[in-house]
């Protein structure tokens, strides 16, 4: 039980934050629409209570995706966060289904629905709630990514490196960002439908909320199937490669295969040293190269295999950067 809760304090931050206020959220709306019978609302209490559920799965399988390797698995437990994310987009898929159905079905039957301006205020306090939590899981990208932004600068930095991001906060980001623009097009869809008794628009809108579900859906889904897999990191491959390629006793580079699990990432590194050099001279090399290696972000493990020069050059042909 110690162990649990210990996994438990290194669970994704933002993912749990979100669950809290969108179980908020969801009670909210859903007391709402118990009142006023507004499709548009129903369509956000789904919604929010697909969100709650979805991000405190993610939280705990980010926590447990820490836990250190056994020896009946001896490669940790990295993948598991993808595998709880599988299972959560689930959830969501099924609360999108319903939304769109209970929208079609008042397009095809629209209703007048009371309590404008319960609809209104909830609806506005919920978005605004949604919106800050969208914020700070623009800032934990920011975070996980080593990089600093102020301002509206938040907002343009955290939607262009968003796929640097870990999967988990990846995930509270998209729905989030579903979740506030949803909120505005319910809030627009009530206004209208009252001001011009064109129901069937809240049905539209609970169309469309159920849409954007989908697509974080899929979205999700292919993400984290990939991680299920094991997928490779070209981007740290490429970094990781120019980092060690810059040392003076690399003469080049065989191989380099960095796979991404969950959060994690393993490092697999062939490189090529002076055939003069001693035994004790290449692992110093080796050791060197390790400690760099994983100094970066989210590298756990590094296994380097030396060779000796060849004279042919294999790391894609690039020129020796200047040292």
């Given at each position: 039980?110690?162990?649990?809760?210990?996994?438990?304090?290194?669970?994704?931050?933002?993912?749990?934050?979100?669950?809290?206020?969108?179980?908020?959220?969801?009670?909210?709306?859903?007391?709402?629409?118990?009142?006023?019978?507004?499709?548009?609302?129903?369509?956000?209490?789904?919604?929010?209570?697909?969100?709650?559920?979805?991000q405190?799965?993610?939280?705990?399988?980010?926590?447990?995706?820490?836990?250190?390797?056994?020896?009946?698995?001896?490669?940790?437990?990295?993948?598991?966060?993808?595998?709880?994310?599988?299972?959560?987009v689930?959830?969501?898929?099924?609360?999108?289904?319903?939304?769109?159905?209970?929208?079609?079905?008042?397009?095809?039957?629209?209703?007048?629905?009371?309590?404008?301006i319960?609809?209104?205020?909830?609806?506005?306090?919920?978005?605004?709630?949604?919106?800050?939590?969208?914020?700070?899981?623009?800032?934990?990208?920011?975070?996980?990514?080593?990089?600093?932004?102020?301002?509206?600068?938040?907002?343009?930095?955290?939607?262009?490196?968003?796929?640097?991001?870990?999967?988990?906060?990846?995930?509270?980001?998209?729905?989030?960002?579903?979740?506030?623009?949803?909120?505005?097009?319910?809030?627009?869809?009530?206004?209208?439908?009252?001001?011009?008794?064109?129901?069937?628009?809240?049905?539209?809108a609970?169309?469309?909320?159920?849409?954007?579900?989908?697509?974080?859906v899929?979205?999700?889904?292919?993400?984290n199937?990939?991680?299920?897999?094991?997928?490779?990191?070209?981007?740290?491959?490429?970094?990781?490669?120019?980092?060690?390629?810059?040392?003076?006793?690399?003469?080049?580079?065989?191989?380099?295969?960095?796979?991404?699990?969950?959060?994690?990432?393993?490092?697999?590194?062939?490189?090529?040293?002076?055939?003069?050099?001693?035994?004790?001279?290449?692992?110093?090399?080796?050791?060197?190269?390790?400690?760099?290696?994983?100094?970066?972000?989210?590298?756990?493990?590094?296994?380097?295999?030396?060779?000796?020069?060849?004279?042919?050059?294999?790391?894609?042909?690039?020129?020796?950067?200047?040292?």
């Amino acid at each position: 039980m110690g162990e649990l809760f210990k996994l438990l304090k290194r669970g994704n931050k933002s993912a749990m934050l979100a669950a809290i206020v969108n179980t908020v959220i969801a009670i909210i709306k859903g007391v709402a629409y118990m009142f006023t019978g507004n499709v548009a609302m129903f369509a956000e209490t789904m919604h929010s209570l697909g969100d709650a559920a979805n991000q405190f799965f993610v939280f705990i399988g980010s926590a447990l995706s820490k836990k250190a390797p056994t020896e009946k698995f001896p490669n940790g437990f990295g993948r598991l966060v993808n595998l709880v994310l599988l299972g959560a987009v689930l959830i969501v898929g099924i609360m999108a289904f319903e939304t769109i159905k209970e929208g079609y079905h008042h397009m095809v039957h629209p209703t007048a629905s009371g309590g404008f301006i319960i609809n209104i205020i909830v609806l506005g306090v919920a978005t605004i709630l949604e919106t800050f939590v969208l914020f700070k899981a623009m800032k934990e990208v920011l975070h996980e990514i080593g990089m600093e932004a102020s301002g509206p600068g938040v907002f343009a930095k955290s939607f262009a490196n968003l796929g640097r991001a870990k999967p988990a906060t990846k995930l509270v980001f998209m729905e989030d960002l579903v979740a506030t623009m949803g909120g505005l097009l319910a809030i627009l869809a009530v206004v209208i439908a009252h001001f011009s008794n064109i129901h069937w628009l809240e049905g539209l809108a609970s169309i469309l909320i159920g849409a954007m579900m989908f697509f974080v859906v899929g979205r999700v889904f292919l993400d984290n199937a990939a991680g299920v897999i094991g997928q490779a990191d070209e981007e740290m491959e490429n970094k990781i490669g120019s980092l060690v390629i810059a040392d003076p006793d690399v003469k080049d580079i065989q191989g380099i295969t960095v796979i991404k699990e969950g959060e994690d990432l393993h490092v697999e590194l062939e490189i090529e040293v002076d055939p003069q050099l001693t035994v004790a001279e290449a692992d110093d090399i080796r050791d060197r190269l390790a400690e760099k290696i994983l100094a970066e972000n989210g590298v756990v493990d590094v296994k380097i295999e030396i060779d000796e020069e060849d004279e042919v050059m294999n790391w894609e042909n690039r020129p020796r950067p200047t040292v």
